[in-house]
């Protein structure tokens, strides 16, 4: 396999990511919109990584995959505490209305 057919991939997945963030009102969708980037770039770096390990570089990709998944992690967690939050507290978790909660 080629490394085009993997940033192509990435691509893809990246573009759909951001066409979510920037159009659902949902803020579950968002989150998941945000964890398909943290994903294209995960394919960018490890399909780099194989790439320049062919070449005989030292540092692979993997090692920054990983502190992406640890950080996509993170941001799951943190991200539906908000959304838990907000739904208790609006019984609603449309993006447009959390404004209103500005004291």
Known sequence: ????????????????????V???RNAVLVLMSIELIL????INFVAFGA????LGAAIPGEVFAL????VAAAEVGVGLAMVLTIYRNRKSIDIHE???LKG
């Open 1 to 20: 396999m080629y490394l085009v057919q993997f940033l192509l991939l990435s691509s893809v997945l990246f573009c759909i990511g951001v066409y979510g």
């Open 22 to 24: 920037l159009v659902r």
């Open 39 to 42: 994903n294209a770039v995960n």
């Open 51 to 54: 790439y320049n390990r062919e």
């Open 67 to 70: 502190f992406i998944i640890a």
């Open 98 to 100: 959390v404004d209103l």
